[in-house]
């Protein structure tokens, strides 16, 4: 059974970081991109960054552009550095493993797999 699971969410203030971790097992993941998506309070699921199946190549939303950075450092482990937080980055974060993932959409097609999700809180 395929399982994502994420870790390092908390409470923050704004201007401070935060490291979230995100761990797959039950599959293969060698050629899948690996990301992170976010869920703010009353909006839709938003991407936020993905890394393609090596690590090699990267993408971001422009609203985390500079201050976050994704890191992958086997086939089935990622991480976000998020720093620079802002109140704006309040959410529950989710992994996700895809092949749609470094098209940098919203809703990715395909076959996906998601974590539970971490929830990461920004106070002014």
């Known amino acids: 059974q395929v399982q994502l699971v994420e870790s390092g969410g908390g409470s923050v203030q704004a201007g401070g970081s935060l490291r979230l971790s995100c761990a797959a097992s039950g599959g293969t993941f060698s050629y899948y991109a690996m990301g992170w998506f976010r869920r703010a309070p009353g909006k839709e699921r938003e991407f936020v960054s993905a890394t393609n199946w090596n690590g090699g190549s990267t993408i971001y939303a422009d609203s985390v552009k500079g201050r976050f950075t994704i890191s992958r450092d086997t086939a089935i482990t990622v991480y976000l550095q998020m720093n620079s937080l802002k109140p704006e980055d309040t959410a529950v974060y989710y992994c996700?493993?895809?092949?749609?993932?470094?098209?940098?959409?919203?809703?990715?097609?395909?076959?996906?797999?998601w974590g539970k999700g971490t929830l990461v809180t920004v106070s002014s």
């Open positions: 996700a493993a895809g092949l749609s993932l470094m098209t940098g959409t919203d809703t990715p097609w395909g076959t996906n797999y």
